[in-house]
T-cell receptor, first 113, second 113 residues
Framework: KAGVTQTPRYLIKTRGQQVTLSCSPI?????VSWYQQTPGQGLQFLFE???????NKGNFPGRFSGRQFSNSRSEMNVSTLELGDSALYLC????????????FGPGTRLTVT | GESVGLHLPTLSVQEGDNSIINCAYS??????FIWYKQESGKGPQFIID?????DKRQGQRVTVLLNKTVKHLSLQIAATQPGDSAVYFC????????????FGTGTRLQVTL
């Protein structure tokens, strides 16, 4: 069974631009969560989607948004990029929301210049 | 590979010795705890979990201990191998919100030959 895939793996953007990252969960998994990982703040929860609905949300500004499609694939969008948004963005999937093991993808490394 | 953290505490252990990685969690209401391993260039990988109604759980070469009184978790790795070299994170959550994990800062484990 294929693992969680994230595209692209690396991305360089300029301050003020917007970016969209994609996550394909493990087949059959319906919950997708997004995390931001930085050396300073560590791993922080962004949001979770289940059955195309946002179920949980972390403490991030409204510039960070996401969505989930009917096939459970998820995208996250960051608008008006800031230098501090440079991070590794990780996606994790699980069978259901709120229970069970989460499987992480390799992440998308976003660099904002 | 991806840099996980520049200033993580580091535990250096000789191959074959036992490793103990400690973690203080923040929320006394958390009732589900997980240890993750993150290797360079990869997303976190599930190692072992424990619920708050237990104080010890064993897996293959790993044991997790939970002390709710002082909000402390530890991960013990028996007969540490070079392949165990990675960054280890503890994570906490509440049952029902298991997709929303709060991660600790992480510990880098270096296995010397």
């Amino acid at each position: 069974k294929a693992g969680v895939t994230q595209t692209p793996r690396y991305l360089i953007k300029t301050r003020g631009q917007q970016v969209t990252l994609s996550c394909s969960p493990i087949s059959g998994h319906r919950s997708v969560s997004w995390y931001q990982q930085t050396p300073g703040q560590g791993l922080q929860f962004l949001f979770e989607y289940f059955s195309e609905t946002q179920r949980n949300k972390g403490n991030f500004p409204g510039r960070f948004s996401g969505r989930q499609f009917s096939n459970s694939r998820s995208e996250m969008n960051v608008s008006t990029l800031e230098l501090g948004d440079s991070a590794l963005y990780l996606c994790a999937s699980s069978l259901f929301s709120g229970v069970g093991e989460q499987y992480f993808g390799p992440g998308t490394r976003l660099t904002v210049t | 590979g991806e840099s996980v953290g520049l200033h993580l505490p580091t535990l250096s252990v000789q191959e074959g010795d036992n490793s103990i990685i400690n973690c203080a969690y923040s929320n006394s209401a958390s009732d589900y705890f997980i240890w993750y391993k993150q290797e360079s260039g990869k997303g976190p990988q599930f190692i072992i979990d424990i619920r708050s109604n237990m104080d010890k759980r064993q897996g293959q070469r790993v044991t997790v201990l939970l002390n709710k009184t002082v909000k402390h978790l530890s991960l013990q790795i028996a007969a540490t191998q070079p392949g165990d070299s990675a960054v280890y994170f503890c994570a906490e959550t509440l049952t029902g919100t298991a997709s929303k994990l709060t991660f600790g800062t992480g510990t880098r484990l270096q296995v010397t030959l």
